[in-house]
């Protein structure tokens, strides 16, 4: 059974920081690009950043470059977000999302709520 489970969202003050974690089960994590996509309340769900199946290459959204770092862990099966000086315009639902590197086969997380507001 395929599961991506998010966890680390909340509410924080503007200028705060947090760490998304994505944990992965079921499927050869390690065969899989990895993103972070964010929507938010009335808006269309956009990408935040997207790391490479090994970790050797990442890109970034222009409105995160310099603030979130994506990185994975293979041997864990996991997937972070860490976010820093965090905007009122980062709330957003985030979501976890795996690409198959080949195939395309792709599978979502059920998202975890992030709230910057002071």
């Known amino acids: 059974q395929v599961q991506l489970v998010e966890s680390g969202g909340g509410l924080v003050q503007p200028g705060g920081s947090l760490r998304l974690s994505c944990a992965a089960s079921?499927?050869?994590?390690?065969?899989?690009?990895m993103s972070w996509y964010r929507q938010a309340p009335g808006k269309e769900r956009e990408l935040v950043a997207r790391i490479t199946n090994t970790g050797s290459s990442t890109n970034y959204a222009d409105s995160v470059k310099g603030r979130f770092t994506i990185s994975r862990d293979n041997a864990k099966n996991t997937v972070y977000l860490q976010m820093n000086s965090l905007k009122p315009e980062d709330t957003a639902v985030f979501y976890c999302?795996?690409?198959?590197?080949?195939?395309?086969?792709?599978?979502w997380g059920q998202g975890t709520q992030v709230t910057v507001s002071s």
């Open positions: 079921g499927f050869t994590f390690s065969n899989y690009h």
């Open positions: 999302y795996a690409k198959h590197r080949v195939s395309g086969y792709d599978y």
